[in-house]
Structures are given as C-alpha cells and as structure tokens.
C-alpha cells in the first residue's frame, strides 16, 4: 500500500532562494508546456515529449530529468481533469462550470508542486539531509527535519517520486512509501460507521465522537476570519495569512484520532468495519443557507480516507455500505418508517416501540448490512459440482 511522508526542509536563505526560483521555473514551463498540449490536442506523454523538450530545456532553463517531469506533471494534469469530467465532478454536460474547464488550458500556479525522481533527488538518511536539483545547479546537504517514525518509514519503505512543496514560505518534501499491508484477518463481527456533523463517529459499543468542539472551532475561525477581513488593516492580513489552513490541519488531527481509535478497537476485538458510502451527498442534499458551510466544511471523505488505510495496514476488513434508509430503519425489527426518526438523537420503532440513539440505531444497520456485503464478496459463484 501506498502512504505519504512529509519533512520539512531547513534550507539557509540562499538555499531557499533557489528552491523557489526552481519551483517558478518548472511552474512556468508548466504551463507553456499545458497551452502546447491543448491546442495540438496532444496528451500523450510519448508524443508530447517529443512536442515540447528541446523548447522547455532551451526557454525554461531546465536540464534533461526536470524537464521530463514537467512533461509527465502535464500529462498527469490532463488525465486528472479527464477522470473528474466523467465522474461528474465539475457538473453535468452542457454546465457552465464543465464548460468552462474544457474550453482553457490546465493552468499552474507559480508554487504548485514539482515532483522529483531518484536522478534529481537522494537522500542521506543518517545525516537527515537530501541533495537537489534545483537551476542554480545541485544542492547537496539540504538538511530536514521530521519524527523518528517517519524517519524510519523513509529509509526502510521510500519508492518513487517525491514533490518539493512551498508553503507560506516553508519548502516540504512529501515522499512515496510502499508500506507492506497486513493480511486481512476473516472478522468476527462488524462495527458500524454512522458519520455525521452532530456525531461526527458513532459505533454502536463505543464511546461517541462528538462533533461539538470541532464545530465551535469551526465557528470560532469563521468569526475571527470575518473580523479581519472586515478590518482590512495590514496587521489583520498578516494574521489572517499566519492562521491559513489552521482549521484543516485541526480537523484533520480529529480525524485521524477517531480513525485509530476505531481501527484499534476492530483489531482488538477482531471485527471488520462498515462504512456507510456518502459519495455525492453534497449534491443531493438540499439545505437552507445557514446549513450550507457546515455540510460543505463536512470531512466525512477524509475521515473515510484515514480508516481505509489504517485498515488495510492493520490487517482489518472494510467495506463501503449503501446508506439508504438506516436511519429510518430499526435495527430490532427491521421497520422502515420515515417516523421513526424522532429527532435528530432520538429514535422509536413505530412497529415495535424500540426506543435508543437515532446514530447508534443507524450504526446497527450500517454494521448488518456490512456483513452482508461481506459474505456477498467472499460467496463462491462457481457452480457445484455434479
């Protein structure tokens, strides 16, 4: 399986310089190598390379490798665009958001991340230092920091590329690791993932993870954002910029929290885990205003990201289930009514007069119809033999 490792690099001024200017330039020629490929219409890598490589090497300043992989960038680009485009994600055909996509290049920002192969980068593991390619000419013992455990996860697991990122002046390395998986053990039984914004987790059998505090975080930075922009002083953009992503990385902290907890408890009591599919719901969902940001600002997709991959690193079955109706449905009695659903935290069966927590109700029939799936997939469709 396949994971990310980020290090910060701790590169002096002079080498910081460079590092950008590489950046700006791979950018640049980027984007001269995205306008060659939408008016020829040529998107493959083969054929674009032969297109655009002596010009990029010669206008751009970039030797043989980064030119190459401003060329594969492109392609990737392109194909990223492609698969959104059928999967609907920039709208239906004839929208003017899926028009609009189609009819101009793939643009670049000037800090957009630049991947880098083992000809333009290694690494010096015990000195935690990097040398890299950068159009001042190789840069050798770039130093960078991170944990003993990525660290490790480096020297033992790294394959592939690795992206030099900026960010607010930061440069960052994000490396590929191919990790081994653990072999999926045959569950005993099934938790069930009830996701929402109240709960943003509920497992029947566990302690709820609650929502509140996430929410008033949430909250509390859109207040603070909304007074400075409103202030508009330089003073209120410097902190603005000093507070960007702040929010992201707090969810993204309670998200993989609650993943590990789940993940751990399914490896301790040898369950698999259900997850209910929400693809799509933010299209679905019809909302009034006010109920907008929070759905919108809603990472039930990252939160089902991190299970997925402590998952499969822990040895632990996941499936994804269809959604349909398990808040309506008793988990008791299997009664379907629209009723049942009291309130947002309360449920009563109207057939049965089962009363319990509308989310742990859910988690149930997520967790019923997880082992269902299950069985589906492991069920031989080979005839019997005569």
């Given at each position: 399986?396949?994971?990310?490792?980020?290090?910060?690099?701790?590169?002096?001024?002079?080498?910081?310089?460079?590092?950008?200017?590489?950046?700006?330039?791979?950018?640049?020629?980027?984007?001269?190598?995205?306008?060659?490929?939408?008016?020829?219409?040529?998107?493959?890598?083969?054929?674009?390379?032969?297109?655009?490589?002596?010009?990029?090497?010669?206008?751009?300043?970039?030797?043989?490798?980064?030119?190459?992989?401003?060329?594969?960038?492109?392609?990737?680009?392109?194909?990223?665009?492609?698969?959104?485009?059928?999967a609907g994600h920039l709208g239906k055909p004839g929208s003017k958001r899926r028009a609009r996509a189609q009819s101009k290049p793939v643009c670049f920002r000037e800090s957009a991340?630049?991947?880098?192969?083992?000809?333009?980068?290694?690494?010096?593991?015990?000195?935690?230092?990097?040398?890299?390619?950068?159009?001042?000419g190789r840069m050798k013992g770039l130093a960078f920091a991170c944990s003993p455990g990525a660290l490790k996860t480096l020297r033992l697991y790294r394959r592939g590329e690795s992206?030099?990122?900026?960010?607010?002046?930061?440069?960052?390395?994000?490396?590929?690791?191919?990790?081994?998986?653990?072999?999926?053990?045959?569950?005993?039984?099934?938790?069930?993932?009830?996701?929402?914004?109240?709960?943003?987790?509920?497992?029947?059998?566990?302690?709820?993870?609650?929502?509140?505090?996430?929410?008033?975080?949430?909250?509390?930075?859109?207040?603070?954002?909304?007074?400075?922009?409103?202030?508009?002083?330089?003073?209120?953009?410097?902190?603005?910029?000093?507070?960007?992503r702040t929010e992201r990385r707090h969810a993204a902290n309670t998200n993989h929290v609650i993943a590990k907890t789940i993940v751990t408890e399914a490896q301790r009591t040898g369950?698999?885990?259900?997850?209910?599919?929400?693809?799509?719901?933010?299209?679905?969902?019809?909302?009034?205003?006010?109920?907008?940001?929070?759905?919108?600002?809603?990472?039930?997709?990252?939160?089902?990201?991190?299970?997925?991959?402590?998952?499969?690193?822990?040895?632990?079955?996941?499936?994804?289930?269809?959604?349909?109706?398990?808040?309506?449905?008793?988990?008791?009695?299997?009664?379907?009514?629209?009723?049942?659903?009291?309130?947002?935290?309360?449920?009563?069966?109207?057939?049965?007069?089962?009363?319990?927590?509308?989310?742990?109700?859910?988690?149930?029939?997520?967790?019923?119809?997880?082992?269902?799936?299950?069985?589906?997939?492991?069920?031989?469709?080979?005839?019997?033999?005569?």
């Amino acid at each position: 399986m396949k994971i990310v490792v980020q290090v910060k690099l701790l590169p002096s001024p002079e080498q910081a310089s460079a590092l950008g200017a590489t950046l700006r330039a791979c950018n640049r020629a980027a984007d001269a190598v995205s306008v060659a490929a939408f008016e020829g219409q040529v998107f493959s890598r083969n054929d674009l390379q032969k297109l655009v490589y002596g010009a990029v090497k010669a206008e751009f300043g970039l030797s043989a490798q980064p030119a190459v992989r401003v060329v594969k960038k492109v392609v990737d680009a392109y194909a990223t665009l492609r698969a959104n485009i059928r999967a609907g994600h920039l709208g239906k055909p004839g929208s003017k958001r899926r028009a609009r996509a189609q009819s101009k290049p793939v643009c670049f920002r000037e800090s957009a991340a630049q991947p880098f192969d083992d000809r333009c980068l290694s690494w010096q593991y015990d000195a935690r230092t990097v040398s890299i390619w950068t159009t001042a000419g190789r840069m050798k013992g770039l130093a960078f920091a991170c944990s003993p455990g990525a660290l490790k996860t480096l020297r033992l697991y790294r394959r592939g590329e690795s992206d030099l990122v900026e960010r607010d002046g930061a440069f960052f390395l994000i490396a590929v690791c191919e990790v081994p998986a653990e072999p999926v053990a045959e569950p005993t039984g099934w938790l069930g993932v009830d996701l929402g914004i109240v709960n943003i987790a509920t497992v029947d059998g566990m302690k709820q993870m609650t929502g509140r505090g996430l929410n008033r975080h949430r909250k509390r930075q859109l207040d603070l954002r909304r007074k400075l922009q409103a202030k508009g002083t330089k003073s209120a953009k410097r902190l603005l910029k000093k507070r960007n992503r702040t929010e992201r990385r707090h969810a993204a902290n309670t998200n993989h929290v609650i993943a590990k907890t789940i993940v751990t408890e399914a490896q301790r009591t040898g369950k698999g885990i259900a997850l209910e599919d929400l693809s799509g719901i933010r299209n679905r969902a019809r909302l009034r205003k006010p109920q907008r940001v929070a759905i919108h600002s809603w990472a039930f997709h990252q939160l089902g990201s991190f299970l997925a991959y402590k998952a499969q690193r822990a040895g632990v079955a996941l499936v994804h289930v269809d959604p349909a109706y398990t808040s309506q449905t008793c988990a008791d009695c299997h009664h379907i009514d629209k009723k049942n659903r009291v309130s947002q935290a309360l449920f009563v069966c109207r057939s049965c007069g089962v009363v319990a927590h509308a989310d742990r109700n859910a988690s149930r029939n997520i967790a019923r119809k997880g082992e269902a799936a299950w069985r589906a997939g492991r069920e031989s469709r080979v005839p019997a033999t005569p």
